[in-house]
């Protein structure tokens, strides 16, 4: 985990000037400080332990059925771009002796989002993340999310999405796991 103390307050005047703007303009003064914080409010899943998160939430249980978390809003800038992607992340696992509090997982989530990600990776730092501290019977992590560097600029496909998986354990192994879970999300 990295911690940011530095002031990226320069680097965005230097930013603005470079792409021909006047950083002393009346609308701009106050946009390399608002830059600053909103850059490290979008990128504040760095000085978080994921690990931390859940083990803080685990709990001894005797339940063995699937456990869904879906629709968990996602907000995270690709790392290419640093342009937004938004959708959906839906977070299923069959527990194995241990649960976790569900709020975490949405908070699991959101650590992963607030970085610069790959949606691809993501999805699977969901999934491991689950599968190392629950250490459950199965993950599955299914992420579908649009993304601006697609929609604003490049190809600019506006009706596109993206959607990755990852399945683990049970998930990958038992395809009735796999349909139950497709369905569950799709209710």
Same mark, same amino acid.
């Given at each position: $985990?990295?911690?940011?103390?530095?002031?990226?307050s320069p680097? %965005?005047?230097?930013?603005?000037?470079?792409?021909? &703007?006047?950083?002393s303009?009346?609308?701009?003064?106050?946009t #390399? *400080?608002?830059?600053?914080?909103?850059l490290? =409010?979008?990128?504040k899943?760095y !000085?978080?332990? #994921?690990?931390?998160?859940?083990?803080?939430?685990?709990?001894?249980?005797? =339940?063995n059925?699937?456990?869904?978390?879906?629709?968990?809003? %996602?907000?995270?800038?690709?790392?290419h771009?640093?342009?937004p992607?938004?959708?959906?992340?839906?977070? !299923?696992?069959? #527990?194995?002796?241990? %649960?976790?509090?569900?709020s975490? %997982? !949405?908070?699991?989530?959101?650590?992963?989002?607030? +970085?610069?990600?790959?949606?691809?990776? $993501? /999805?699977?730092?969901?999934? &491991?993340?689950?599968?190392?501290?629950?250490? #459950?019977?199965?993950?599955?992590?299914?992420?579908? !999310? &649009?993304?601006?560097?697609?929609?604003?600029?490049g190809?600019?496909?506006?009706?596109?999405?993206?959607? /990755?998986?990852? $399945?683990?354990?049970?998930? +990958?192994?038992?395809? *009735? /796991?796999r349909?139950?879970f $497709?369905?569950?999300?799709?209710?």
């Open positions: $985990m990295s911690t940011r103390t530095g002031d990226l680097l %965005i005047a230097d930013l603005l000037s470079g792409i021909g &703007e006047d950083p303009r009346e609308g701009l003064v106050d #390399p *400080e608002r830059v600053d914080k909103s490290k =409010y979008l990128t899943g !000085a978080e332990d #994921p690990v931390e998160v859940l083990n803080d939430a685990l709990f001894t249980e005797d =339940y059925e699937m456990v869904v978390v879906k629709n968990i809003k %996602i907000f995270s800038l690709c790392e771009h640093m342009l992607f938004v959708g959906v992340a839906h977070v !299923a696992y069959l #527990p194995d002796g241990k %649960i976790v509090g569900l975490k %997982i !949405a908070r699991l989530v959101d650590i992963f989002a607030r +970085r610069l990600q790959v949606q691809e990776r $993501m /999805t699977m730092q969901i999934a &491991e993340t689950i599968n190392k501290v629950l250490q #459950p019977r199965g993950v599955g992590v299914i992420i579908k !999310a &649009e993304h601006m560097c697609m929609q604003m600029r190809v600019e496909k506006q009706d596109s999405s993206a959607i /990755t998986s990852a $399945m683990l354990g049970h998930f +990958r192994s038992h395809q *009735e /796991t349909a139950e $497709m369905k569950l999300i799709e209710t």
